[in-house]
């Protein structure tokens, strides 16, 4: 689960340090013990637990390095998108459907969804898709009430769905086009 929050940069860093780590490892459990029986010896344990130490900074230092690069082409990528007013969709939720309109939209950028609860019990609205983190989600909204829930959206589909336990099997899930 860790290794997929990481950036690409980031995964080939751990990687490629990961590669000379292990090869460090074989190469000190299997071919240095046949040159010298008694390795590392007395002096050489110190040896061994520096060169160990060094691969653990190298691999901390591999993350920061390699990851800086894919840091640096997201936040140029973000500064290419419009930063306009947000584009509005109402929602409209009830037992067990969820209505949004427009049901596509013209152009990527912020999406502001007034998400309104007209049904009898409580729901919330969640979006999936290119670009959208996990977390991408309205509290949940008693009967009655509405919630608002601002994402940039990239050209894509999404899937709008209620995370209420069964809700989503029941029906609530609908789709967003954005061009």
Do not use: W
């Not at 939209?105 to 969804?113: H, I, W």
């Not at 608002?148 to 989503?168: D, M």
């Amino acid at each position: 689960m860790l290794l997929a929050g990481l950036t690409t940069g980031h995964k080939i860093g751990l990687a490629v340090v990961g590669a000379c780590f292990i090869s460090f490892a074989l190469a000190s459990s299997f071919l240095a013990p046949r040159r010298r029986p008694d390795f590392p010896g007395k002096n050489g344990i110190g040896v061994f637990a520096i060169a160990c130490f060094a691969f653990f900074i190298a691999m901390l230092a591999a993350v920061e390095i390699f990851g800086v690069d894919s840091v640096a082409k997201g936040a140029g990528n973000a500064a290419a998108q419009p930063s306009g007013p947000a584009a509005t969709v109402q929602v409209r939720e009830s037992e067990f459907k969820i209505v949004p309109a427009p049901a596509a939209l013209p152009a990527a950028g912020k999406v502001t969804f007034v998400v309104r609860n007209a049904g009898k019990i409580a729901h919330d609205l969640a979006l999936q898709g290119p670009g959208v983190s996990a977390s991408s989600k309205t509290p949940l909204i008693n009967a009655g009430g509405s919630a608002t829930l601002t994402v940039s959206l990239k050209a894509g589909t999404y899937t709008l769905y209620c995370t209420v336990p069964g809700h989503r099997a029941a029906g609530m899930v609908a789709k967003l086009l954005v061009k």
